[in-house]
């Protein structure tokens, strides 16, 4: 674990050296030279059966082929808009726009409804990037131009619909003149906490990054020959843990994938299962929610066909990770064969290309305990017997070519051990800024630290705390609930309020404070379930309300009654809303920000 300064020589070189491509391009050009029969990309377009097949010499035709294309429609440096339903289509435009030198901007697929809520985010990002082209497929361009067109920053995009384009253009193809610093792409952050915002990337920290995520993946001792099994993934092309481990870290490394749209995940989570199943041998990774979501709904007839016991890498991250979560995972998939080793908690952020820690592989999720009233007072304590605590899993360890220091977020002061601080980063992962935000770019990109004469490091906006050489995650700065001097993270609050009663849903609850002019207090904004709706609809509709009929008073009583338990602070105020009034960013993080901003508005309304 790095918690000093990491040397030149540490910092200047990427963790392996085998795969030394300059740039992205080179990576996929010699690649595909190397082995262009291999079978990269398979599709399960229902989660099934597969529906289009890429091998690596497909990959770079039809890469050099839009290439050719977009060199007569803008210049290398110019941004591309990428919209794309799940599909093999996406690689090739992404590489595409790398062959081309021009800037790859994924963004979530937009429908043609004028009240699609992805719209609002697309605008944001055409406002920040001021694209000169939009790719996608000549159907889904059809359906969204009308739209696109009523947005000033997309009404006079270049549409390139790459399903048109003849491979034999490929031909025409001339390297573009980029370089280890040229940008790749912009990856934009989720916006839960504000306006979406563009991470620059180069392709030297896409590089670095690549090779860092195979170090934390690789076993001691491995042989350098030998090559990873095939990844499944369901996860978003446009969020970076999908294109990373789905698209980009497969050509770095040479796995196969088999991928699926996300909703045949979440409508059906066995298919995710079972494709892992299926090829005897498999990595995969997903959020929290995903590990969650399949413990819950898959159920034991399915589980009776599936075996997991070749499931070698399972990565948890991008967003908080719970052990009771990863314990009950386990609980149902070890009669699978799944093996509690096979967890890989990871820690990563857009701003650090993707990973930041992770591993060591095959050791599990480690998971400790400490004191909860002692950190809430920032301070780092073991638990003791029947006193508060709080379970936490480690994220991982950092690798030697980054340096990760923890600082007081108010003062900058590096902590003493033991001390809960924010994550500051520094390494070559580390993108160039935020596109176009030049002053965001410098409080967030550009931080200085005591005692490191030189770096320039990333804010992360995460606490957290080193821990015998593991990153342990505690909550976001800007999310911190004080309440009497204590400390309180809202996702540990908001998971309380959802196990408090039946009629809560999971997972759909909101906890920040608000300042009344003489101290802060705690608000919860939770979104009851469909049966307890449907039977205030039911008695509403009879104009009487059955005995046996739970009331909002009840619920608001139980919230209250277990947060003061678990976390000994009251609340103030529980308001209880309908299905679907929470909001959530395209990777469905919460956007706390948003609802307290609403709630001072007076814009949020009771179920």
């Avoid at 591309?80 to 800037?103: E, K, Q, R, V």
């Avoid at 009344?516 to 979104?527: K, P, Q, T």
């Amino acid at each position: 674990m790095r918690n000093a300064l990491a040397t030149d020589e540490d910092r200047a070189l990427a963790p392996d050296q085998d795969r030394a491509w300059p740039t992205l391009v080179e990576m996929c050009r010699a690649q595909a030279a190397a082995d262009p029969g291999r079978r990269i990309f398979r599709f399960l377009e229902n989660g099934v059966d597969e529906s289009d097949v890429r091998t690596l010499a497909d990959l770079d035709l039809r890469a050099r082929a839009i290439a050719a294309r977009l060199s007569t429609l803008a210049r290398p440096g110019d941004r591309a808009l990428l919209s794309f339903a799940p599909g093999l289509d996406f690689a090739d435009a992404f590489f595409g726009c790398l062959y081309a030198g021009m800037i790859a901007v994924p963004v979530a697929p937009v429908e043609g409804d004028r009240n699609d809520i992805r719209r609002s985010r697309l605008e944001a990002i055409a406002d920040s990037s001021q694209p000169r082209l939009l790719l996608g497929t000549t159907s889904a361009l059809e359906k969204i131009e009308p739209v696109l067109g009523e947005i000033p920053a997309t009404a006079g995009l270049a549409f390139v619909p790459v399903d048109e384009i003849n491979p034999a253009a490929a031909a025409e193809w001339t390297a573009p003149p980029i370089s280890p610093d040229s940008i790749a792409y912009l990856q934009f952050s989720s916006g839960s906490t504000g306006l979406p915002k563009g991470v620059v990337l180069s392709h030297a920290n896409v590089l670095h990054n690549l090779a860092l995520i195979l170090a934390n993946g690789s076993r001691e001792n491995e042989d350098d020959d030998h090559l990873p099994p095939p990844f499944v993934s369901w996860l978003p092309n446009f969020h970076d843990m999908g294109l990373v481990s789905g698209v980009i870290e497969p050509i770095y490394v040479g796995y196969d994938v088999v991928s699926m749209p996300p909703m045949a995940f979440v409508q059906r989570p066995v298919n995710w299962l079972r494709a892992i199943s299926d090829l005897g041998e498999a990595n995969s990774a997903g959020p929290n929610f995903a590990y969650e979501l399949a413990a819950r709904r898959v159920t034991g007839r399915q589980r009776q066909h599936l075996d997991l016991s070749g499931w070698t890498i399972a990565m948890v991250g991008a967003e908080p990770v719970r052990a009771e979560t990863l314990n009950r995972f386990c609980e149902a998939f070890e009669p699978c064969g799944f093996r509690r080793q096979a967890l890989f908690p990871s820690y990563g952020l857009a701003e650090s290309t993707v990973m930041v820690s992770g591993g060591p592989v095959d050791h599990g999720a480690v998971i400790r305990k400490f004191s909860a009233e002692a950190l809430g007072r920032g301070q780092v304590r073991p638990a003791i017997q029947d006193a508060r605590a709080r379970e936490l899993v480690g994220c991982g360890q950092i690798q030697s070519s980054m340096t990760l220091v923890l600082a007081d977020p108010a003062t900058g002061q590096p902590c003493e051990p033991g001390q809960v601080g924010e994550i500051f980063v520094c390494g070559p992962s580390i993108g160039g800024g935020y596109w176009n935000e030049p002053l965001e770019t410098e409080r967030t990109f550009r931080a200085s630290l005591p005692g490191y004469p030189g770096l320039s490091f990333l804010r992360t906006g995460d606490l957290g705390f080193v821990d015998g050489g593991q990153l342990f995650i505690t909550g976001r700065a800007k999310d911190v609930i004080i309440l009497d001097g204590l400390n309180h993270h809202p996702h540990d609050i908001e998971l309380t309020v959802a196990r408090s009663h039946p009629d809560i849903r999971e997972g759909f609850c909101c906890a920040f404070s608000v300042d009344d002019g003489h101290s802060e207090r705690l608000i919860v904004f939770a979104e009851t379930t469909h049966r307890y709706q449907a039977e205030r609809a039911s008695a509403s509709a009879a104009g009487n309300a059955p005995a046996e009929q739970v009331t909002e008073a009840e619920i608001v009583t139980a919230v209250k009654r277990a947060v003061a338990a678990e976390h000994s602070a009251s609340v103030h105020e529980v308001r209880l809303v309908a299905l679907g009034t929470l909001p959530f960013t395209s990777s469905a993080k919460l956007q706390r920000g948003e609802c307290r901003s609403r709630y001072l508005a007076g814009d949020f309304c009771a179920s």
